[in-house]
């Protein structure tokens, strides 16, 4: 299992996140670093993306030495990495279907992750070569043009993600319900099926890293031979219990997966 993401120091997110997502579902992981962050559970301070000549050696010296079963996508960090990620996974050979992508766009404490020109690249070359892509609903605007307002109704989330999904003919969207209320989830299929699945609000300060888990968990599940629908809710349900049993680190906002 790969996962392509930042370096968070105070493992709340990023690559340590993944890592410790695989673990948990008996999976091996490896890792390719695309920005390094000075951040912790009180927010992010500076990040400073790899250098895409950087990335490609690694994904080059994994890929000649490992079987390669999934791959999860995080924070990239600049045009230059998008594009260099595109470029690999052109010839990766790893199955559509078994990769996924959290397009994170900006930290939860508000720094900007991704610019304009890196989120053109992502939509026009990065989705095509992906199967899953699990946006909250601020990505999911970001993604489409289509701003929502106070307007989140069920045939809403329906109508952005529609036009997300025709953007990449055989993509899976999965609109992540963080910000709603209830936090239920969405799921559009490849194949045009739609899923709802339920979600309650946990009361807890141990949330920092929650995109990165479910996205994590929804590769495993995948991974590991479950259908669309089955992944999502298996995902849904091991994050709802790292939730609910996190224990509390730091000052801020501590990590999901402890």
Known sequence: MLTIAGFDPSSGAGITTDLKVFWNHGLYGVSAITALTVQSTQGVREVEPASGRLLRQTLDCLAADLPIVGIKIGMLGSAEIVETLS????????????????PILRSSSGAELLDQDGLRRLRDDLLPQVGWVTPNLDELTALTGVETGEDIRPDVIFDIARRLAALAPGLNV????????????????????THWFPGRRIE????????????????CRLVLGDAPANAVAEAKAWVTHALE?????????GPVVT
């Open 174 to 193: 999965v609109a992540t319900g963080g910000h709603l209320d209830p936090p239920d989830d969405f799921l559009l299929t490849a194949g045009g099926q």
């Open 204 to 219: 807890t300060t141990s949330t920092h890293g929650t995109g990165c888990a479910f996205s994590s968990a929804l590769l």
């Open 245 to 253: 049993t996190a224990v509390p680190i730091g000052k801020g906002r």
């Open 87 to 102: 470029a690999f996974l052109a010839v990766a050979g790893v199955d559509r279907s078994r990769i996924v992508l959290d």
